[in-house]
């Protein structure tokens, strides 16, 4: 415990002064504020927003965006490159495509192409679905449309056709057979196309997302494919198509030197496709991969970075022009599609601590056994009474021997259920015992490294990770959680948390740590009739649209925040979340056919005597308000 705990051992504690700058920090109430306009006075303060939330009848959970964050995040990426391109000296320019698929809600599309017009961002569409999209939102001469995925003949007649709207479109080959189909709708419609060609590069990523690279990469033309590809178009007479090389080496890339060795190979394939005649391709796009640092470590971990934004377009650009110099081939202009850059900071989940389970009870409640208990009992409460600094491991090792005999004492009918608790309460009680003397112990045994999450509190949470935090169950992935309000008080709970699906695997038991990965979170005790709110920060990338309907926990409510230039949060946009019966709706389930069925059950109740008139109302009034109510709970 830690005395006159301050704001400032919150901010290092849960390292919010790593992964939530510049625009997250703690204001003088100990509430998490949100700084949302880079270089600019004025904050929301988080507690205070889910207060107002509740006033207007939004319930947790809650999903926050800060459509400033996704401004800043555009202008901090333009503004690296361009100061890259200035010190360099580099004679091509920089375009930011966001891929769609990082997060396809439309009020976030449309903010960051509203919001990017500026800097010309452009959008990248992996299906007919986004690319329809697309060709909805980018306007005449602005972004560039870069068209990916497997395309068929409709796929690629759509895209053509953006060409006649003004929208500069690159249909980029990830499989050799697309180039004939390309070739012959483009002389059906007589379009001329900006072909692309994504490359499988020797090089490789780093980081979780590795196999996205390489030889056995999913898309891509290899070496002989892309010559194939340059003869083919050449003999259409179509060698001026080729605008674009293309590569994508994973996303989530933590390491800078897997960047630069795939930058390095991509800029001798350019230079040697311009050799051998290419003279019109003049565009790379370096794909995404430019990492987040979630935990703040700044780190090669997968869930980190160890490198900053500007070293990334550092490289990018210096060494394009080193080669392109040396080879004396231009410059050619960059596209990067960086989606996660642009959006993991702009979401957070907000929701309420539901109630804890704490294991074992107090130490105060451990009483010496009596005369009639039996001989395992004194031997547990021996080990407990024995526990100090210089015998923990020996007093540990006595109580699970004995906790272990003890059960199978039990199992044989040689002890009775009050003595078998009693063997439970001892045993967690001497555990705890333990963990409190070993905190200033120089060294600690590896047997006791894991009290701390076997003694580990679990706090039940109004969310579903399988719904809102998929990439924490399916692949580990790490995101600060942090509670949003008392972080002027100490913390003293080490917890877990649990979801409200019906699953093992809807839990969080791992936290971002500086050395490693935490396997407990450390958070405020509760109170009697006080929520506790707990938030997830850095969700923007990925996580809805992979999100499922585990146990039918449906979209949560979401919220779009701005700051007004008087300082003050204008809520801009809201997007309720599903119901019971639209949640139903998606496995087929009918809402008036339900309702059918119980107001039938409802009437053989009555006339069976079962249920009064005014009962079956009633039930029939509740269950039709839960076909509309909210699938979290309130």
Known sequence: ????????????HYLISRWGQPFFS???????ECRPKRGILGSIDLK??????KRRGIKTPVLIRFNDILAAQVESLASCFQKSIDEYNYHGSYRTVMPIKVNQQRHVVEQLVDRGATYYLGLEAGSKPELLVAMALLKKDRGVLVCNGYKDEDYIETALRAERLGIKTLLVLDRFAELQKIIDVAKRLNIKPRIGIRAKLAARGKGRWVESSGDRSKFGLTMREIMQSVESLRKENMLTSLNLLHFHIGSQI???RSIKNAIREAAHLYCGLRAIGCLDLDHIDVGGGLAIDYDGSQTNFHSSMNYSVQEYANDVVSVLQDICDELEQPHPHIISESGRALVAHHAALIFDVLGANELGIKEAHINRPGEEDHSIIHTMYDAYEAVSLKNAQECFNDAVTAKDEGIALFSHGVIDLESRARIDEIFWA??????????????VPEDLGNLNKMLSDTYYCNFSVFQSMPDAWAVGHLFPVVPIHRLNEEPTQEAILADLTCDSDGKIDQFIDLRD???????HKLRDQEPYYLGAFLVGAYQETLGDLHNLFGDTNAVHVSLGDDGRYRLEHVVVGDTISEVLSYVEYDRIDLV???RDSA??????GEMTLEQSAELMKRYEEGLSGYTYLV
Request: charged content about 30%.
């Open 254 to 256: 933590t390491a800078i």
């Open 430 to 443: 001497t555990c705890k015992k333990i963990l409190k003397v070993i905190q200033t112990a120089a060294y």
């Open 26 to 32: 703690i204001n003088s109430h100990g509430h998490l």
């Open 603 to 608: 009437e053989l109740a009555v006339r069976e």
């Open 517 to 523: 990965v935490k396997r407990t979170l450390r958070l």
């Open 48 to 53: 205070e927003l889910i207060d107002d939330l």
């Open 1 to 12: 415990m830690k005395s006159n705990w301050t704001v400032q051992d919150s901010l290092d």
């Open 596 to 598: 059918r069925r119980v």
